[in-house]
């Protein structure tokens, strides 16, 4: 077990480009949760929300592992909590954060380290890194427990909803129901991880991804995540009608001057192409 108090198991580091980095530090355990953990990252999320310093975040995970789910050695704390308490539940948290978060994954990323991965809107992944959800293999430690609903009632636990929406069902279940590691390659090509790197890049390429987010517009990033993020959750008809509400009331709320300033832009980037020719 690490010495280190709750506070220093997860970091939180500012950077004066609106940029913030979250570390999961618990390398000697392969950064696994306790429930103090849990709490400590929830709560990293909701307070960088409600930074306006800071417009993009990363997370990651310290030494050899992004996340290696939660600490079983420790589990009671966690399977006993009130594990409906949204103040407690990093996904919930990441969920509600309106800022992109970007997921630097190097190593393992298992069961609720995979949920945490899965609540990132961008994922860049170290060579060889795998993720994988070891639920199916838990039956004998649920058996300790009273009832089995509880366990797979426990904070974080959105795995199997989200995961068959992003890379197809029949993946999906082969994933989980053989609970055999998905290859950072592998979930490249299903479109789960938009970037495999080398280890060394990671950091560099996450970094230089948030920069360029950064450089844009931060209300129409806030907007188009929103816009994205809940679109995905309806049926095609009824997300297309949500981003034609959500546009439309976004340009009643623009002003005249917001209007000519758009068209001064426009006309200002046909101008260069033009030169170019």
Known sequence: MDRQSPEKL???NRHP???????INRPGSLNSLTRPMMVDLAQAFKKLERDESVRVIILTGSGRSFCSGVDLT?????????????ESDPVVQM????KPIIGAVRGFAVTAGF?????CDILVAAKGSKFMDTHARFIPFILKYKSALRILNTPLTCLLQKLSRIIGVNKAREVSLTASPLTAEVAEKLGFVNH???EGELLKKSREIADAIVKNNQDLVLRYKAVINDGIKLDLGRALSLEKERAHDYYNG????????????????SSKKQSKL
Do not use: H, S, W, Y
């Open 17 to 23: 480009n609106g940029v913030a980095l979250i570390t």
């Open 254 to 269: 623009m002003t005249k001057e917001q209007f000519r300033k758009m068209q001064e832009f426009i006309a200002g980037r």
């Open 115 to 119: 949920e945490i991965a899965l609540a």
């Open 95 to 98: 969920e509600l954060c309106r």
């Open 196 to 198: 495999v790197v080398e």
């Open 10 to 12: 997860i970091l939180v």
């Open 74 to 86: 420790a589990a009671e704390d966690v399977f006993k909590g009130d594990v409906k308490d949204p």
